[in-house]
């Protein structure tokens, strides 16, 4: 008698209706549609955002450069990327290292792009910013863009050499 039970009861266990899936398919559905633009929202803000603590940290290595080689680093901007170039802004030397290419440029990651609204910025031997030499800037603003969407970003360097997000 007990083996006829177990056998009857279990085909009578049976898996979910067409209508029951339907219903989750369809909740799912709605909650993808109302998370998506947030979620898509964030990636962006979260590119930006990487793209200027990028850009902080490639000032704190041009920074901490001035200090170990005992010399001014002038870090110039060409819209684009940075360039480190020691001693002096127009005829120094290329620095080539970690994070630059073979010419000695620092490009952002996702093609994000670097302006300012001065064409240098000068760090001396410690490490705060310099108006010398000729065409050195001690303090400058940068501006991140996303070239995909106008999106931008500032970093500020005070005269002490300190950069940070705004």
């Not at 979910?16 to 929202?41: D, K, R, S």
């Not at 170990?68 to 110039?76: D, G, Y």
């Not at 410690?126 to 501006?143: D, E, H, K, R």
């Amino acid at each position: 008698m007990t083996r006829h039970r177990l056998a009857g009861s279990a085909r009578s266990v049976r898996g979910f209706t067409m209508t029951e899936l339907l219903v989750v398919v369809a909740i799912l559905g709605i909650i993808m549609a109302v998370g998506a633009p947030a979620i898509w929202t964030y990636f962006r803000v979260a590119t930006m955002r990487a793209g200027a603590e990028e850009l902080v940290t490639a000032l704190n290595s041009a920074r901490e450069l001035a200090i170990r080689s005992n010399t001014t680093v002038c870090v110039t901007n060409d819209n684009v990327r940075l360039r480190y170039r020691l001693g002096n802004c127009n005829t120094g030397a290329i620095w080539t290292g970690p994070g630059t290419d073979a010419a000695g440029n620092v490009a952002l990651a996702n093609n994000l792009r670097v302006s300012s609204n001065q064409p240098t910025l000068c760090y001396s031997y410690l490490g705060a910013g310099s108006p010398t030499p000729a065409n050195c800037f001690s303090q400058n603003v940068f501006t991140v863009t996303n070239p995909a969407n106008g999106a931008t970003m500032t970093v500020a360097v005070a005269t002490t050499g300190r950069a940070r997000i705004q």
